[in-house]
Structure formats: structure tokens, C-alpha cells
């Protein structure tokens, strides 16, 4: 009996551990609760982006998802569509891991960005470099800068490149060529938050495209 027993366990650690190897991602169930903190993702909606899990109460959850905002969620309905993230997955600087930001993160990206251009529109004057009117994105030759859109109208002179698609995220550079001069064509910084530009280079400094 007792030998019998042991073997049992053995397979299911082994199966575990398949389950883990070849999944990669772990479905939350409900033997393991989500908790404040918990880093997750919707596996039907990867264009959430990656969410924190703030509060929960109850049956409800409420997330807040890097490209989508506040969500509550009940748990029953949701968690067989929810994976956990690890820390790594996610860059080191997100909001995310930091408990004082997850307030930055209620409303959807468009209509952070919506919200915080409110007032100083992109314009459509011309860089005085390349003469091409400064909301609009422009790309370098070797295609690994990319202007952006808001960062150049508030320079009000030229249009303001960084790495691409490094600076501009994942979302960007998938939806990228069929929205080129969407919301989504903004830098990382304009998107989600205030930190300051770094590695700009402006359009004058740019080899000829
Ligand atoms: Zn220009
Ligand atoms: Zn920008």
C-alpha cells in the first residue's frame, strides 16, 4: 500500500513538471488564490498586455492592465484565461512593479495619451530639417529610429527620433504598418508615463533619408 502511494506521487510531480516544461505559461487555479501584486496576463487578449492584480474582494479582482486599464474581473469566469507573468517578463522599469504607480495605469493607453495631449495637440507644422510636418512619423533610413509624433510637436521644430522599435514597445511594432500614425506610434515615454526622453536624437542629426 504505502509503496504504491509513493509511486502515484512520483507521477504526478512528473506530470507537473511536463505540464510547466512544455507550457511555459502556468494557469492560475483554484487551489492558488490571486493576490495584490500577483503579476498576470489574459491568454485570449494578449493586446491587454501584461496587468497587476490590485485588489481583490470576494469573487472580483480588480487589474489593472498596461494597455487596457482598470478591470474587475470574477475570478470563477476568469481565471481559467488568466497566466501568471514573472517580474522578468515584464521591463524593469514598469509601472507594474511599482504599488505607488499602479494608479498611472487605470485608464487605457489611448486614452492616457488621449488625456495627457489634451491641450497641446500634435501639430502639423514642418520640421525645419525635413520640411514633413512633425505629427507624422518618420523613420530613418536603416528603419531603426522612428519619430515620434508628440515628442516632435513639443520639440516644435524638428521631429524627434529614438530606437525602434525598442522605444516604442511590443504594441507598436505590431500594429505598426497598419496604423502607422496611430496613438500607438507614440514613444514609450508619452504612452505611459512621465520620465524623462532619453537617447532623442533630433532629425538634423540624422543621415539623409
Ligand atoms: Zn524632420
Ligand atoms: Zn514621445
Known sequence: MRRSRRISFDAVSMLLVAI??????????????????DLVKHTGRPEWGAGVVVDCTGDKCTIHFEEKGRLVLQVTAATPHLAAVTRAEVAADSALLDPQRWDSIVLP??????????????????????????????????????????????????HVFYDYPDAFGQTDARVSEATPDGAQSYCGQCRTNDEPYRGSRRCSSIAPR
Open 20 to 37: 510547466s516544461v512544455h507550457s511555459h505559461v502556468v494557469a492560475f487555479t483554484g487551489v492558488r488564490a490571486m493576490k495584490r501584486g
Open 109 to 158: 493607453t489611448e486614452q492616457r495619451v488621449a488625456k495627457k495631449a489634451k491641450g497641446k495637440e500634435t501639430t502639423t507644422t514642418p520640421c525645419i530639417a525635413c520640411k514633413r510636418p512633425l505629427n507624422r512619423s518618420q523613420y530613418s533610413e536603416d528603419k531603426k529610429l522612428k519619430s515620434c509624433p508628440r515628442c516632435s510637436s513639443k520639440d516644435g521644430r524638428e
